[in-house]
């Protein structure tokens, strides 16, 4: 599975932005997919992850402001984001595996989100 992460920029504190991940090369339907992000100087942490039926799990820190959908027929998952923070400032990564809420086995490139506060 090939996953493509994209919608990242630069945006204002309280603002909002779409982050989307298009995978190709496996049955997007059968996957579990999930955010992540990686913070300058901090390690990795999860944001939020969709099961294939739709239910959803997010980290304390983002819960009421973000949400993350899936599209199965356009292979694509989202991550919308308001009332943006500067703490939000991170590289977004967009992860899939099958059978594990935890552990992911396919990994896109990232995506940088900047937060000005």
């Known amino acids: 599975v090939q996953l493509q992460a994209s919608g990242g920029g630069l945006v204002q504190a309280g603002g909002s932005l779409r982050l989307s991940c298009a995978a190709s090369?496996?049955?997007?339907?059968?996957?579990?997919m999930a955010w992540f992000r990686q913070a300058p100087g901090k390690e990795r942490e999860f944001v939020a992850r969709?099961?294939?039926?739709?239910?959803?799990y997010y980290t304390g820190s983002v819960k009421g402001r973000f949400t993350i959908s899936r599209d199965n027929a356009k292979n694509t998952v989202y991550l919308q984001m308001n009332s943006l923070k500067a703490e939000d400032t991170a590289v977004y990564y967009c992860?899939?595996?099958?059978?594990?809420?935890?552990?992911?086995?396919?990994w896109g490139q990232g995506t940088q989100v900047t937060v000005s506060s």
């Open positions: 992860a899939a595996n099958e059978n594990d809420d935890y552990a992911y086995d396919y």
């Open positions: 090369g496996g049955t997007f339907s059968r996957y579990r």
């Open positions: 969709i099961r294939h039926g739709g239910i959803t």
